[in-house]
């Protein structure tokens, strides 16, 4: 099974991704996250992303994509893919339906997280991460169950993402609306694409996201 998520920045990608690859026994490939290690191992890669993460825009559409290329492919990703964050693009979409294509595969579903724009940067401003095990928390929408603690992992160390502050997370949700909006119509044309109601509750989302893996 190949799943895309889709959403701006503060939709709930990463939250449901975190939640649904146990069920499903699926491989979840955040492209930020892999961008982020490659930053903080200060590669190549890294170096280059980093003033542009810190920007809020886009990294270059060839690194992402050869970035995809090989994990998509080992043996822990047999059981099915969930990826998160990418396709940014119409060419990363294109080069993900080439590369699928040359493997005698295909996306199965793309999920589309419907939210309210003007809600996200509040979203964004409140999130945070456990810095062990990288689950992820609000400041009001979803506290740890004691405070100070990681529900999953009894750590104590969070972390915020230098791009989450207010005005970087505006310049990221004017990059969705203008390079990663086009496609939706991409992945109708297709008949590929679902949509969720990614304003109703944690929960509520995993459950509906669910029921339309199931049917895949
Ligand atoms: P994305 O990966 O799409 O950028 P995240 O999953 O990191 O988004 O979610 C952004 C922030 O919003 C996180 O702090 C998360 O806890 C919170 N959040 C996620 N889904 C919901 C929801 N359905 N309702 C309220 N808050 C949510
Ligand atoms: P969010 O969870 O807010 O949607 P991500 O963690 O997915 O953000 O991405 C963080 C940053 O990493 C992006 O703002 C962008 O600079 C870069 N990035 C991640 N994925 C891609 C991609 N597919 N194409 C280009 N840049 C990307
Ligand atoms: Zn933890």
Redesign the pocket.
């Known amino acids: 099974m190949k799943i895309v998520l889709l959403?701006p920045?503060?939709?709930?990608?990463?939250?449901?991704a975190q939640r649904l690859q146990e069920s499903f026994g699926l491989k979840h490939l955040s492209t930020g996250d892999m961008l982020r290690a490659e930053v903080a191992s200060s590669s190549p890669i890294g170096t280059q992303a980093k003033a542009i993460m810190e920007r809020g825009e886009l990294v270059p559409d060839q690194i992402l994509i050869d970035m995809i290329a090989e994990p998509t492919k080992q043996p822990d990703a047999a059981r099915g893919i969930l990826l998160?964050?990418f396709p940014r693009t119409v060419a990363q979409a294109e080069a993900l339906d080439r590369m699928l294509a040359g493997r005698g595969q295909k996306l199965d579903r793309v999920i589309q997280?419907v939210v309210d724009n003007d809600a996200m940067v509040e979203?964004?401003a409140?999130?945070?991460a456990c810095a062990k095990c990288a689950a992820?928390?609000?400041d009001t929408?979803?506290k740890p169950k004691t405070a100070g603690v990681c529900d999953s992992c009894g750590g104590s160390q969070f972390v915020r993402r230098p791009d989450d502050k207010p005005e970087t997370a505006r310049t990221r949700l004017e990059a969705y609306d203008r390079q990663t909006a086009p496609l939706l119509p991409y992945y109708k044309s297709r008949g590929v694409l679902s949509e969720v109601d990614?304003?109703?509750?944690?929960d509520e989302?995993t459950r509906r996201i669910g029921t339309l893996l199931k049917a895949a």
């Open positions: 959403g920045p503060g939709a709930g990608k990463g939250t449901q998160d964050g997280l979203r964004i409140g999130r945070y992820g928390y609000h929408n979803r990614g304003m109703a509750a944690i989302v």
